[in-house]
């Protein structure tokens, strides 16, 4: 069966950078779109950042655009989320997502995801 497995979380100061990991199988994710959300403490999961499978431009939320980068291996089937600048608010569980994409996909949503890692929690200290 699908399997994304976050890492690379833990404790930063404000300012730092962690790069986060999902290592994804169980198929072939080929037409998948990936996505990263994040769910801060308290409040709903929102939509970080996404990328095609077979790449493509990537898409940013915001308040992560310029400061967050995903990408995503092929070969190792990994998808990264690099985060740089690291602020407070950032702080959040992250969590990497996947869907097959279709037409109208809204992939900003999370409700659109089919496939979801078990999170990893990033914790920006001030």
């Known amino acids: 069966q699908v399997q994304l497995v976050e890492s690379g979380g833990g404790l930063v100061q404000a300012g730092g950078s962690l790069r986060l990991s999902c290592a994804a199988s169980g198929r072939t994710f080929s037409g998948y779109v990936m996505g990263w959300f994040r769910q801060p403490p308290g409040k709903e999961r929102d939509f970080v950042s996404a990328i095609m499978w077979s790449g493509g431009s990537p898409y940013y939320s915001d308040s992560v655009k310029g400061r967050f980068t995903i990408s995503r291996d092929v070969a190792k089937n990994t998808v990264y989320l690099q985060m740089n600048s690291l602020k407070p608010e950032d702080t959040a569980v992250y969590y990497c997502?996947?869907?097959?994409?279709?037409?109208?996909?809204?992939?900003?949503?999370?409700?659109?995801?089919?496939?979801w890692g078990q999170g990893t929690r990033v914790t920006v200290s001030s």
């Open positions: 997502a996947a869907v097959l994409w279709r037409y109208r996909l809204d992939f900003r949503g999370a409700d659109g995801y089919r496939y």
